[in-house]
């Protein structure tokens, strides 16, 4: 029995994954990672690092994070409470897409959650409080190998729902992008 249903993105390799609940009178169940089921998505690697992240405030961002090759990372995000708005960036050198953006509505009740490739960077706004993620990540935190854009570079336009009432110093301090930046090869 299949646990996810997959709907391709416009961005290569972005791509919705519609997590079922198995369901009886108690609750349910439902599944956050299935390497032989996501390996129809693109993913290959095993679970290197599972992070969870709750936001309290609504209207807080929080990216827009990419790790540099070669630690370059996959993530599969889902929203286990609250909502919040969850945006992929293409990176990549020669893309076709490069430094478009795509969103998608995450929530507890809808059960969606967002595949970014490598060589993307995600970065999400809360639209409600205390909203908890969960992230698997195909690659371990490497520190040396972080890198960010700056949630409000006009470059990027990405058009946040609701007023950014927070984001940490460091994602404030993270720089415009330039004409000079010609992205991620992977
Ligand atoms: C990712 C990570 C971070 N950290 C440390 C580094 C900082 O001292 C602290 C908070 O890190 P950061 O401000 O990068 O965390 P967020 O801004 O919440 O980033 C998260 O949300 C955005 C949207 C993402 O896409 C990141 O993958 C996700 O980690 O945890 C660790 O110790 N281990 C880790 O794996």
Known sequence: MSCFSFTALPIKGLCRVQREH?????????????????????????????NHTYTARRGTVR????????????????????????????????????????????????????????????????????????????????PQAEGGLNPLDGRLGVSWPLEVVEMSARDSAHPMLDSQFKGLTL
């Not at 009178?25 to 998505?41: I, K, N």
């Not at 809808?110 to 706004?125: M, Y």
Request: aromatic share 10%; net charge negative; charged share 20%.
């Open 22 to 50: 198995i369901g009886d009178s108690r609750g349910f169940l439902s599944r956050l990672f299935c390497v032989d089921e996501l390996r129809a998505a693109g993913w290959e690697h095993p679970v290197a690092q599972i």
């Open 63 to 142: 990216g827009m994070h990419f790790q540099h090759p070669p630690h370059a990372e996959m993530k599969l995000v889902s929203c286990v409470r609250g909502e919040v708005w969850d945006v992929a960036i293409d990176l990549r050198a020669g893309s076709p897409t490069f430094l478009h953006w795509y969103a998608e509505h995450l929530s507890e009740e809808n059960g969606s959650a967002l595949l970014i490739p490598e060589g993307c960077a995600h970065g999400f706004q809360s639209l409600t409080d205390d909203a908890e993620l969960i992230y698997c990540h195909s690659m371990a935190y490497a």
